[in-house]
């Protein structure tokens, strides 16, 4: 069917559409009310355009729509469509770190547990907390003064004694019988909901009236209970970061913005507190730049990955959708959100002060940039003692779980600015368990064998993501292909200290305003977050393609199952039946230690990990 053809036929309900380019590849994705009407203005006289539209339209080769049934509706997907396909021209939000979160479990008797990933899975998530130490030490109260159990099993109420956890007064009991009922949990879990929300204030009357209840009916011990999780509250408040003059729970926006990148900050307040900060960085936003249509963009890909909606949203700008967001959190909420663009009094002074935390975050992440690239290398090529300039910086890092899909990835800074189109991506294939050690000389030699046996030029400076150990494996590498003269340093991570091969004894220490450690920094925490992208796509493939589905009575659920309790195909092979009973039934966990058992048995046969050399092919 042709462009003028589809054009014809396009349907005059809501929905959203999806621009596509020659190669098929998604570059817009928009929503509308009437998707005739709306797709069809993208095809008529580009004059009015500004030029990014004429842009976009000129690549347009080919679209798709999906249909609605309201407006509200077609926003909500327009939102997780952007998340899963990031089209160039939309605005992409991303996190600039993964902040840890507690999560309140979607199953009977919940658990509340740390997470650094929000998934759609019906769980109630909270955070994120900053610092993250302070994600730990709540969950720490949590178990030990409200109580939820931290296991893992089924819970039925039909096991015969209760573990340790509950002798140590760390867990309620609900596995066994009479030890504590389902509404007794329940009140518990309400508590801790009402905790991580923010609403300490209701909370600590709701347990003062119920200690004081308590202690009239001779219930010393559950008064006494209740005391206790009163301190915690208090406790927690204190660590919380600032206290504002307002008792409504608002979410309050603020960026900052020059040329293509910017920073977007947002203040959690909650209970009149404020209680967390997140923060967002974009790096190649197109002009022109419209305040309204970026907020519009960004404020529902946010909203889209969260189970809350406060009462109040503040921004320092209006925008197109600001109705039809209050409508969809309105739902989300259960009754009115209002979304503000304050011009005066305290609601205003509040955006002004999140939008200075954005213009300080964003120098922080961009001053580096906006620093001479030549001078910075220069200053570099100082401190580093190298006999010339290092333009070109390769840096590794090295990403698994429990030794579980490890994986390597490589990034390149040219002359300060980080190149995208060069990164490197490897999956450990000799290194089995964990042996960040071994994994990284692997990476490192398959890197440059490579650029060897091509012809390619080589970098100016190896960077390494961890301390001596890597630094030592980084530099074994390069000896097998005689590369020792090429000038290798790692960054550790805790002492940000540089360690410069042949000088491990005498590590540079920077300033910690100073503008190179900030290069090195960035350069490092781009190789981690390659590195971590990479091993969750790793992990998600292995989870839909797993050695398991080999195995007969073993589906989708007790795969997830099994894979979620024991963390890696490998623990489950290494598991005994008794081991595996509680998750599969004793006549399937019978057929998975027989597999496995058979399997040893064939590879006693086979030659692995390979002799090296190392495999060239990434």
Not at 20 to 40: E, M, N, P, T, W
Not at 193 to 215: F, I, K, Y
């Amino acid at each position: 069917m042709t462009l003028d053809e589809k054009l014809r036929i396009l349907p005059t309900m809501p929905g959203c559409y999806l621009h596509k380019d020659r190669s098929g590849r998604i570059i817009y994705i928009g929503k509308a009310k009437s998707l005739r009407s709306r797709v069809r203005s993208y095809f008529q006289s580009s004059k009015s355009f500004d030029p990014k539209t004429r842009e976009l339209v000129a690549r347009i080769r080919d679209f798709d729509y999906i249909v609605t049934d309201t407006e509200a509706e077609a926003l909500i997907l327009e939102s997780n469509l952007v998340k899963a396909h990031q089209p160039r021209y939309n605005v992409l939000l991303k996190d600039d770190k993964s902040y840890p979160h507690i999560k309140i479990t979607n199953e009977p008797f919940p658990k509340a547990v740390l997470v650094r990933r929000i998934s759609n899975d019906g769980g109630s998530y909270f955070g994120p907390f900053l610092p993250a130490s302070l994600a730990h030490q709540t969950l720490d109260l949590i178990n030990k003064y409200f109580m939820l159990r931290t296991c893992q099993i089924p819970i039925d109420g039909k096991l015969e004694r209760p573990c340790l956890e509950y002798h140590i007064k760390r867990c309620l009991g609900p596995c066994v019988k009479g030890l504590c009922t389902a509404e007794e949990y329940e009140e518990a879990v309400a508590d801790v909901r009402e905790l991580l929300a923010g609403r300490a204030t209701l909370l600590v009357e709701s347990l003062t009236a119920r200690m004081e209840r308590a202690s009239g009916e001779m219930r010393f011990e559950q008064a006494a209970k209740y005391r206790d999780q009163i301190r915690t509250i208090g406790r927690l408040a204190e660590q919380q970061k600032m206290m504002l003059m307002t008792e409504s729970d608002i979410d309050i926006f603020g960026f900052y913005r020059e040329g293509e990148q910017a920073a977007l900050i947002l203040f959690t307040m909650r209970d009149g507190r404020v209680i967390g900060k997140r923060e967002f960085y974009f790096e190649e936003i197109l002009e022109p730049f419209d305040p309204s249509e970026f907020l519009g963009e960004a404020l529902p890909q946010y909203y889209a990955s969260s189970d809350y909606a406060p009462g109040e949203v503040h921004v320092p700008a209006d925008f197109e959708d600001l109705q039809l967001l209050e409508q969809v959190l309105g739902a989300k909420r259960g009754r009115r959100v209002h979304i503000k663009s304050p011009k005066r009094g305290n609601a205003r002074g509040l955006v002004e002060l999140v939008t200075k935390n954005a213009r300080l975050k964003f120098d922080q992440r961009f001053r580096v940039r906006r620093v001479d690239g030549g001078r910075l290398v220069a200053e570099l090529q100082d401190v580093l003692e190298l006999r010339e300039p290092p333009r070109r910086i390769e840096c590794f890092d090295i990403s698994h779980v429990q030794g579980a899909e490890t994986v390597a990835s490589m990034v390149v800074c040219i002359d300060g600015e980080m190149r995208p189109s060069e990164y490197r991506k490897f999956r450990i294939r000799t290194v089995k368990g964990i042996d960040d050690f071994a994994s990284m000389r692997e990476a490192v030699y398959r890197r440059y064998s490579r650029l060897l046996s091509e012809g390619e030029p080589l970098p100016s400076l190896v960077m390494i993501d961890g301390g001596k150990g890597q630094l030592s494996a980084a530099g074994r590498a390069l000896r097998a292909l005689e590369l020792e003269a090429l000038p290798v340093v790692a960054l550790a991570k805790r002492e940000e200290t540089l360690f410069v091969k042949g000088h491990e004894d005498e590590p540079v220490n920077l300033p910690a305003r100073s503008p190179i450690l900030h290069l090195v920094q960035r350069i490092r925490d781009e190789a981690h977050r390659f590195a971590v992208t990479y091993h969750r796509k790793r992990r998600e493939i292995r989870d839909r393609e797993s050695e398991l589905d080999a195995i007969p009575g073993i589906g989708p659920k007790r795969k997830e199952s099994l894979l979620r309790n024991f963390g890696s195909v490998e623990r489950v092979s290494k598991a005994s039946i008794a081991e595996l009973k509680p998750f599969v039934g004793i006549q399937t966990a019978e057929l998975i230690v027989e597999y496995f058992r058979q399997k040893a048995e064939g590879d006693r046969f086979t030659d692995w990990p390979p002799p090296e050399p190392i495999d060239l092919d990434y």
